[in-house]
């Protein structure tokens, strides 16, 4: 049977705005690489009586609980005395680690004060493990369905400790097994039209388990396959994932889950050595703040234009007078000027364009707030896409920022390869 895991972070500082649980993650690709899900995550305060009660029903139910926290020497640490209460079991004192206590203290040439001996209690029938980043040892003892295992909360103790103590511990009492992760990240449909897709699919099976996942204009897809071999889960991933590979086409952007649009982009621009410029209206320059949010953007990026006004269209990007008189600022027309103005100006190989209404005042009868002319000028020349997003003026903008560098990936995959499949976002 496949193994579950709950991890609990303790520490009231983590239920704040300011502090946050990046030790779980660690702790979860871990389990994972031993083929434990992790079901359950959880973040409790200082409180002993909820945290005894916590770990009661984690041991209950899963078959790795982990705690993370709580085993510093002081009143608030209850880590220690939750696990014993919800287990029924005692505190002892372990000379030895006394012994080791005195000696870390020592070594750093500092007295030691008296609530220190609360981290040499071991709750009973507990394994301590060695921590040599700190004073709080960890405890591993098992339980009626598995293991548990209390780990330090700061993050370079705990990590030592979790890889060099606790993964080789448990793995001798978990059954051969890995979790392996394919994700897909797609642009250019929506989340319940992705669904219909790709369910026919995945509904098929239960392992892999399937997720998706979205965020403005951005959906993630992502399998989890569990085998007794590393060659085995990746066989499901591609006996599930290629299907819906084919089925998506190029929607899918990238398959890495850290890769987001605009580092694709830079990539193709830097495999291409092409340089881009951004003209915008309605987005106020959020194109371009996603095109350089990382480092060595400067390689791609040559310039971005926000022209809010008719005004500074014409002035800046050189878009005729007669042509706005003519077609409106929110218009295809308009936004293949504005590209091939960023592009002309700043000597560019793409320029690329965004110009509508994202209210909730503007808009017109046959373009209503919602509607984005997203352009993209190249040496092939001008390209423009209507769009029409029914949202909230945060979403417009983000959707419609989406859309332009979507629409500048798909151009720049034409150019590289000489056919474009599929339709720009729409």
């Given at each position: 049977?496949?193994?579950?895991?709950?991890?609990?972070?303790?520490?009231?500082?983590?239920?704040?705005?300011?502090?946050?649980?990046?030790?779980?993650?660690?702790?979860?690709?871990?389990?994972?690489?031993?083929?434990?899900?992790?079901?359950?995550?959880?973040?409790?305060?200082?409180?002993?009586?909820?945290?005894?009660?916590?770990?009661?029903?984690?041991?209950?139910?899963?078959?790795?609980?982990?705690?993370?926290?709580?085993?510093?020497?002081?009143?608030?640490?209850?880590?220690?005395?939750?696990?014993?209460?919800?287990?029924?079991?005692?505190?002892?004192?372990?000379?030895?680690?006394?012994?080791?206590?005195?000696?870390?203290?020592?070594?750093?040439?500092?007295?030691?004060?008296?609530?220190?001996?609360?981290?040499?209690?071991?709750?009973?029938?507990?394994?301590?493990?060695?921590?040599?980043?700190?004073?709080?040892?960890?405890?591993?003892?098992?339980?009626?369905?598995?293991?548990?295992?209390?780990?330090?909360?700061?993050?370079?103790?705990?990590?030592?400790?979790?890889?060099?103590?606790?993964?080789?511990?448990?793995?001798?009492?978990?059954?051969?097994?890995?979790?392996?992760?394919?994700?897909?990240?797609?642009?250019?449909?929506?989340?319940?039209?992705?669904?219909?897709?790709?369910?026919?699919?995945?509904?098929?099976?239960?392992?892999?388990?399937?997720?998706?996942?979205?965020?403005?204009?951005?959906?993630?897809?992502?399998?989890?396959?569990?085998?007794?071999?590393?060659?085995?889960?990746?066989?499901?991933?591609?006996?599930?994932?290629?299907?819906?590979?084919?089925?998506?086409?190029?929607?899918v952007y990238s398959e890495d889950p850290d890769e987001a649009l605009e580092m694709v982009i830079g990539r193709l621009l830097r495999k291409q050595h092409a340089k881009v410029a951004t003209a915008e209206s309605c987005t106020g320059g959020m194109?371009?703040?996603?095109?350089?949010?990382?480092?060595?953007?400067?390689?791609?990026?040559?310039?971005?234009?926000?022209?809010?006004?008719?005004?500074?269209?014409?002035?800046?990007?050189?878009?005729?007078?007669?042509?706005?008189?003519?077609?409106?600022?929110?218009?295809?027309?308009?936004?293949?000027?504005?590209?091939?103005?960023?592009?002309?100006?700043?000597?560019?190989?793409?320029?690329?364009?965004?110009?509508?209404?994202?209210?909730?005042?503007?808009g017109t009868d046959f373009n209503p707030v919602g509607t984005v002319y997203l352009g993209v000028a190249g040496p092939n020349g001008p390209r423009v896409v209507r769009v029409r997003y029914g949202a909230d003026r945060y979403r417009i903008r983000?959707?419609?920022?989406?859309?332009?560098l979507d629409l500048l990936r798909r151009t720049l995959i034409q150019s590289g390869s000489g056919s474009l499949a599929g339709k720009p976002v729409a």
């Open positions: 049977m496949p193994k579950n895991a709950e991890i609990i972070a303790i520490g009231s500082e983590l239920l704040t705005a300011r502090r946050m649980d990046t030790d779980s993650l660690a702790v979860t690709e871990h389990l994972n690489l031993l083929g434990v899900e992790v079901v359950v995550k959880q973040i409790i305060g200082d409180d002993r009586e909820r945290l005894a009660k916590a770990i009661k029903t984690a041991v209950e139910r899963s078959d790795v609980v982990i705690l993370i926290g709580g085993l510093g020497p002081t009143e608030d640490d209850v880590t220690r005395d939750a696990v014993a209460q919800a287990l029924g079991r005692k505190l002892l004192l372990s000379l030895e680690q006394e012994s080791v206590l005195i000696s870390r203290f020592r070594q750093i040439n500092r007295p030691m004060a008296k609530n220190n001996i609360r981290q040499a209690y071991l709750i009973e029938g507990a394994e301590a493990m060695p921590n040599p980043h700190g004073t709080a040892p960890g405890q591993f003892l098992s339980t009626g369905r598995g293991a548990l295992a209390l780990l330090p909360g700061p993050p370079r103790e705990m990590k030592a400790m979790l890889e060099n103590e606790l993964v080789p511990r448990l793995r001798p009492v978990l059954p051969p097994e890995v979790i392996r992760v394919r994700s897909f990240r797609i642009t250019g449909i929506g989340e319940s039209d992705l669904d219909t897709l790709i369910a026919p699919v995945y509904t098929k099976y239960t392992n892999p388990v399937t997720t998706v996942l979205s965020a403005p204009g951005d959906l993630f897809v992502h399998l989890r396959a569990r085998a007794a071999t590393i060659v085995e889960a990746d066989g499901l991933l591609r006996e599930v994932g290629n299907p819906i590979a084919e089925l998506l086409g190029d929607r194109v371009a703040a996603r095109l350089t949010d990382r480092g060595g953007s400067s390689d791609f990026f040559i310039a971005g234009y926000v022209t809010y006004t008719e005004a500074q269209k014409r002035e800046v990007l050189g878009v005729p007078k007669e042509l706005i008189e003519q077609h409106t600022a929110v218009s295809e027309p308009v936004a293949a000027a504005m590209a091939e103005g960023a592009r002309k100006r700043s000597g560019a190989t793409y320029g690329i364009s965004t110009t509508g209404y994202a209210g909730p005042d503007g983000a959707l419609a920022t989406q859309g332009a």
